[in-house]
């Protein structure tokens, strides 16, 4: 069984996900919402999936002062998880844990979680996400869990080298694990450990206005076509219009 750690901030403006405010049409308040929907089906689709899942929060004191909060971070993030969980069944066994990240950078936080599951805890598996690859589902989630009987590391592969899916079996070393081209980087910390390297299918993960704009036509296109979507993203974007067209001979979101 494997353990999917969810590498979460509270979604508040400002802090999450800076970039997409500087590069889409969005407000610094509807990055933060959409942030908070993607979240939330992530914590569906692991609270589905055959593993457990970690909702590993930022703490308050890690947080800088302009983006403190009314409430703590850990609340804020329990309360979006029981919301995203509320019409979801789970067994008895399947309850939500929250554990607070420990590390400056990261890297350090993912890597001091996956060390503490698979070495002080002793999990089968562990996962690390972030929470920001909406298309992420149950059944791709148990997919890797097959791929890591077999393999000690399995990567989901995102848009410009990135990873939006650390899947581990064995440790390995996250000093810099998540260096520019992250798959990249990741990839080459497996080898140097003597693990076996798979792969996930090539996913959105969305941290610019780059990504939204291949997210937002998926997205459209399979409500029209009346496939599963992850239905928190999409009836969140869809309520705010958005769509992608040809502008002076560019491809940009518009609302």
């Known amino acids: 069984m494997t353990t999917i750690a969810v590498l979460a901030d509270p979604p508040r403006e400002g802090f999450v996900l800076p970039e997409l405010a500087h590069s889409s049409p969005l407000s610094e308040s509807e990055v933060a919402e959409l942030y908070a929907e993607m979240l939330k089906d992530t914590f569906v689709a692991a609270a589905k999936s055959g593993g457990d899942l970690l ?5 308050d004191d890690a947080i800088p002062d302009e983006f403190a909060g009314e409430t703590s971070s850990e609340d804020e993030l329990r309360k979006l998880a029981e ?3 509320e019409d979801v069944t ?5 309850e939500v844990r929250f554990e607070v990240q420990v590390g400056e950078t990261f890297a350090g936080r993912a890597g001091n979680t996956a060390t503490h599951l698979l070495e002080q805890e002793s999990v089968d598996s562990v996962a690390i996400v972030d929470g920001t690859t909406p298309m992420l589902t149950r059944k791709d989630l148990d997919s890797a869990a097959m791929k890591l009987r077999r393999s000690e590391v ?5 848009e ?11 440790t390995i070393d996250f000093t810099e694990a998540y260096a520019t081209p992250e798959l990249e980087t990741l990839t080459e910390k497996g080898v ?3 693990h076996e390297v798979d792969f996930m ?3 959105t993960n969305v941290r610019t206005g780059e990504d939204l704009r291949s997210l937002v ?3 459209n296109a399979r409500i029209a076509a009346g496939r599963i979507v992850p239905v928190n993203t999409a009836t969140y974007l869809n309520e705010l219009g958005l769509r992608v067209e040809e502008v002076d001979g560019s491809r940009e979101i518009v609302r």
């Open 217 to 219: 036509p998926l997205l």
């Open 201 to 203: 299918p090539t996913m």
């Open 160 to 170: 410009d080298g990135r990873a939006y899916f650390v899947g581990l079996k064995d």
């Open 154 to 158: 399995v990567l989901g592969p995102a």
């Open 55 to 59: 909702v590993n929060y930022r703490p």
């Open 83 to 85: 919301k995203a969980l």
């Open 192 to 194: 140097d450990a003597g």
């Open 90 to 94: 789970l067994g008895e066994d399947d």
